[in-house]
Each structure stands twice: as C-alpha cells, then as structure tokens.
C-alpha cells in the first residue's frame, strides 16, 4: 500500500501576515532535515505572465527559491479576482472545485510533505469551496496558522480561530512583535495559548528589513519619473519620512530614522539637501516640479534615486503606505533573512512531531 503523502496548510487570520515567508523559511528548515517537500496554492491572487503561460507570483517566486522540480509544484485552481466572482455569481462558472481538488493534489503523489499556502483568512474562498477549512477537510491537511501581533488582543483572534478549525490546528506563528511586546508575548501569551490548546511554534521578533519596500516598488505604486540613479532601484525602503516643516526640525527628524524614502515638494530645496544627508534611499518629490541640478549632481554622487510625481503630498503618502502594507519577500535579501529568522525562532521538531514526520537526515 503506497504511503499517504501528508499535507500541511499554511492559514492565516488576516491578509499580509506573513504565510509566503513561513512558508519559504519553513521550507528551507525541512529540506535541510532531508525531508522531500513540495508546494502548492490552491488559490492564487497574484498573476503575472511568463513567457506565454501565466503563473501565480507566489508560486513562481517560492518554487525558485526553494529550487523545486516541475513535479513537486502543486497546481493553482483558481484565481481569486474580479472576473472569476462576477463568473461563479452568474453561475457561468459550475467547477466543482472540490473534486479538483481530489483529481489535481489527492491523486498525485508529490514527496513526503505538501505545504500549501492558504487563502488570505479564514473566510476567502467560500464562495468556490476553497475556503481554508474547505481545502484541510478535502486534504484530511494540518493547519499552521501565521498571526501578525497587533496587541495582546490578538489573542482573540486565535482563539477564534481555534473554535473554527478545531483539532487540525497544529500550530501558530506569532509574527511581527515589537522588541519591547516580547516579554509580555513570552510571559503572558504564549503561556495562556498553550493552555487553549493552542502550541505556539515560533514567536517572531520585528524585522525592518521584512517590511521594507524597494525604491523600484515605489516608483512603481507611484506612477513616478526616475529623475536620478535608475540604476539603484533595488535600495531597500524601510521608513516614509514627511518633509513638510522647517529645514531644521527636518534635520533633527531625519537624523533619527534610517533607510527612509523622504517625500516632499519640489520646490522645497532646503528640505531635499538635507534628506540627502542623511539616511535617505529615495527621494520622492511631489508636484511634478525638478529640483535643480545641484540637487541631481548631489543625489547622483550619493547614488540616491529621485523620484517626481504627478500627485499631491497626502495621496503620495497613502499609495507608499498601502504599499508598505501590502509587501511581498521577492528579494533575496529578504528570504535569507527570514530564513535566519525561522531558524532562530520556529520549533521545526515539534512540528515534525505533530505531522508524524521523522527526518531523513540532518544537513549541516
């Protein structure tokens, strides 16, 4: 009799709290136990297209930093956007996805662990049964749920959580803890979650450098000009600093931050000379006005890009927030640091151990 392939799904109970990066340092944690691993997401959000066939983002980007054959990427179902709704609203779409489910993951032997990425929270995907409750029942899947910490109230959302997926919850990764949270994360919350049944795997400090846009993602979200140095489109953001006061309280605040993206007018000189020196990345200049040539001689030699846009201060702020907000790990800096992250801070032999897994071998 064939041995039965595990599945572990990786959940979540809000959008953007972390599961592409669970699941890349988990991953990387259980190849180097030997253990044959594939990946899959049932539900795609992010498309982009290759060549002549589109791909789901994720995937792409996990698949080739975990270096994964063709046979150990489980496929996408469906894609969750705008024209797949309004098709499954009309009933032009019938697909029992539940049967794809049996037919594409259930039929297919892919290595001695499946970990897939879940849907955004507990409740996307209903509509067409892939839900994450939907897609462990189909799978008889372990669940791991990533929860970005928010307060000592986030509690209440595991144990919420806990209610809903019931004994396939294995574990939880507490995710994104303020350095001065920790103690009371240690002290207070992990210990009462233990009670509830509730094993917490990995408690992860803050990391600047996870939250961290690139100057190209910025430019990109901004609909912005490169005035300057698009050549270092790849420097990594990780604060948004306003330069809308006098230039000296600018230089006072702008010597306290780091690796900032500094936005203000184009006509404010002053406050573009100071941010760039200091610890700017970019510099971001809003109402369509070019700094002088002085201000690009300088920002050419600091290798700081310039970006001017068509928009004001406010609207300029809210799309550099959102995209903050919304952060995706497709830089190598970022998966080898969460890759330190996961090995410091996540329990991988208590998790083998709640999957029934023994590793292979234990690589160096």
Not at 52 to 66: G, R, Y
Not at 115 to 128: A, H, K, V, Y
Not at 309 to 326: A, K, N, P
């Amino acid at each position: 009799m064939p041995k039965s392939h595990k599945y572990l799904l990786i959940g979540s109970t809000e959008t953007y709290s972390g599961k592409s990066a669970t699941v890349l340092g988990l991953s990387h944690q259980l190849q180097q136990k030997g253990l044959d691993i594939a990946y899959g997401k049932p539900l795609g959000t992010c498309l982009t297209t290759c060549g002549e066939t589109v791909v789901e983002e994720d995937v792409q980007f996990v698949a080739l930093s975990l270096n994964l054959p063709e046979n150990r990427i489980a496929p996408t179902l469906l894609t969750l956007d705008e024209v797949n709704v309004q098709k499954r609203l009309r009933n032009q779409d019938n697909t029992d996805y539940h049967q794809s489910l049996i037919q594409q993951y259930l039929q297919v032997s892919r290595g001695d662990l499946v970990l897939l990425e879940g849907p955004g929270d507990l409740s996307e995907g209903n509509l067409f049964n892939l839900s994450l409750l939907q897609v462990a029942e189909v799978l008889e899947a372990a669940v791991l749920l990533v929860a970005r910490y928010n307060s000592l109230l986030s509690v209440e959302a595991l144990l919420a959580a806990k209610q809903r997926v019931g004994d396939r919850l294995i574990g939880v990764v507490i995710n994104d803890i303020p350095t001065e949270q920790l103690t009371a994360v240690e002290t207070l919350l992990r210990p009462f979650l233990e009670q509830q049944d509730i094993p917490v795997l990995a408690a992860l400090p803050k990391n600047d450098l996870l939250r961290s846009v690139s100057v190209g993602e910025l430019a990109n979200q901004l609909n912005a000009e490169v005035l300057c140095r698009s050549d270092r489109l790849d420097l990594m953001v990780e604060s948004l600093a306003i330069g809308a006061m006098n230039v000296n309280s600018a230089v006072k605040y702008f010597r306290k931050r780091r690796n900032m993206a500094v936005v203000t007018g184009g006509d404010r000189v002053e406050i573009q000379q100071a941010a760039l020196e200091t610890s700017t990345q970019c510099l971001i200049l809003t109402g369509q006005l070019p700094p002088p040539a002085f201000i690009l001689h300088r920002a050419e030699e600091l290798e700081i890009p310039i970006l001017s846009v068509d928009l004001d201060t406010l609207t300029t702020v809210e799309i550099v927030d959102r995209t903050f907000g919304q952060v995706r790990l497709h830089e190598p800096i970022k998966v080898e640091c969460i890759r330190q992250l996961m090995a410091e801070h996540f329990d991988i032999d208590r998790l083998l151990s709640k999957l029934g897994l023994t590793p292979a071998t234990t690589l160096s």
